[in-house]
């Protein structure tokens, strides 16, 4: 099978990297989920979350009907551990970098799509107006 990419467009590709490695806001994410994964607190909700899911999965897929005061104990439960996780320190933290690091690399896409076609495009349902063309 040929060679998708020429000597010179790795060459480039892998210069593009160096950048976007020394970029902070490469940093950033790879602290972010550096900390995320060593965050016990936020990881034992995390696995408290998802055995309750299962458990209310599991008390509906029963033959009979599940206990309704059961069931929304359990759905309060993961109610309220869905907010301690969205509101963690550590998770807003890793949300904020994320964005951060995903604005860079579609940054990047977009940029070679203009380069590649001379068009940009302007991030919306197109059929609402015809400015991108």
């Known amino acids: 099978m040929a060679e998708l ?14 950048l976007v490695k020394a970029d902070p806001r490469n940093e950033s ?3 972010a989920i550096e900390d995320y994964e060593r965050s016990e607190d936020l990881n034992a909700l995390i696995a408290e979350y998802n055995a309750q899911q299962s458990v209310l999965t599991d008390a509906y897929a029963g033959e009979s009907a599940p206990d309704e005061a059961v069931t929304a104990a359990l759905q309060q439960r993961i ?4 907010e301690s996780i969205t509101n963690h320190p550590v998770y807003t933290a890793y949300l ?13 896409i977009a940029e070679l799509q203009y380069v590649i076609t001379g068009e940009r495009s302007c991030g919306h349902d ?3 107006c015809a400015g991108c063309h």
């Open 29 to 31: 994410i790879r602290q």
């Open 79 to 82: 109610d309220d551990l869905y």
């Open 126 to 128: 197109c059929s609402t």
């Open 96 to 108: 904020d970098a994320k964005k951060a690091f995903d604005s860079l690399t579609n940054g990047i």
């Open 5 to 18: 990419l020429t000597a010179d467009m790795k060459s480039l590709i892998a210069e593009l990297g160096e």
